[in-house]
């Protein structure tokens, strides 16, 4: 069972257009952090969201974190083709010891920009 | 400041065979967390390491096994390395204290790519 689902798993679209990626759980979440990464590369931090219905804008990114903190979303405007890549969510679960050092992540989304 | 450094980038081995990967956090930041990646298990936490001590691990066999040193750089060891272990390994670092406390991003290296034939 997947604790943090994400979707799509796959996002194939058109310069200039926009999309939005999703991260869901049943689990309440401390913090939720966005990466994004690149073939044979570790991950990149692109945003750390923490207080519920928190909005953060990174450019033309748009990072939200759920009011009961169970989900976030990525919003990307105007994709372009430098936006491809693996995108990954990952919470910080708020349940003592067990959560010292871990990330739980999601199963993550290829975007593809075509120009 | 420099970022967190995975070495070596790639290995090969064998099945039977063990392996030592290494990794040296951020300037300042003294736990260290490891995760699989697999393309079919994704990111899979292996354990974390703070002042030297295991905090934390997740549900890999016993042949797992790592440490921390006292300047804070981790190694991970893999004993009787098996096919399945072929995966990308990452270590990141964080400046984190606190269980689920907000301040616990973390930073990933490049990772290893190792492959058991």
């Known amino acids: 069972t997947q604790l943090l689902e994400q979707s799509p798993q796959f996002l194939s679209i058109q310069e200039g257009e926009n999309l939005t990626v999703y991260c869901n759980s049943s689990?309440?979440?401390?913090?939720l952090q966005w990466y994004r990464q690149e073939p044979g590369e570790g991950p990149v931090l692109l945003v750390t969201?923490?207080?519920?219905?928190e909005v953060k804008k990174l450019k033309r990114l748009t990072f939200q974190f759920g009011d009961a903190r169970k989900d976030s979303s990525l919003h990307i405007t105007a994709a372009q083709p430098g936006d491809t890549g693996l995108y990954l969510c990952?919470?910080?679960?708020?349940?003592?010891?067990?959560?010292?050092?871990?990330?739980?992540f999601g199963q993550g989304t290829i975007l593809t920009v075509h120009p | 400041k420099a970022g967190v450094t995975q070495t070596p980038r790639y290995l090969i081995k064998t099945r039977g065979q063990q392996v030592t990967l290494s990794c040296s956090p951020i300037?300042?930041?003294?736990?260290v967390s490891w995760y699989q990646q697999t393309p079919g298990q994704g990111l899979q936490f292996l354990f974390e390491?703070?002042?030297?001590?295991?905090?934390n691990k997740g549900n890999f066999p016993g042949r797992f096994s790592g440490r921390q040193f006292s300047n804070s750089r981790s190694e991970m060891n893999v004993s009787t390395l098996e096919l399945g272990d072929s995966a990308l390994y990452l270590c990141?670092?964080?400046?984190?204290?606190?269980?689920?406390?907000?301040?616990?991003?973390?930073?990933f290296g490049p990772g290893t790519r190792l492959t058991v034939l």
């Open positions: 300037s300042g930041h003294r736990s």
């Open positions: 990952a919470g910080a679960l708020h349940a003592g010891g067990t959560s010292y050092g871990k990330l739980t």
């Open positions: 689990s309440v979440f401390s913090s």
């Open positions: 969201v923490v207080t519920g219905g």
């Open positions: 390491y703070f002042s030297e001590t295991q905090r």
């Open positions: 990141a670092s964080s400046l984190a204290r606190l269980a689920g406390g907000p301040y616990n991003e973390q930073f």
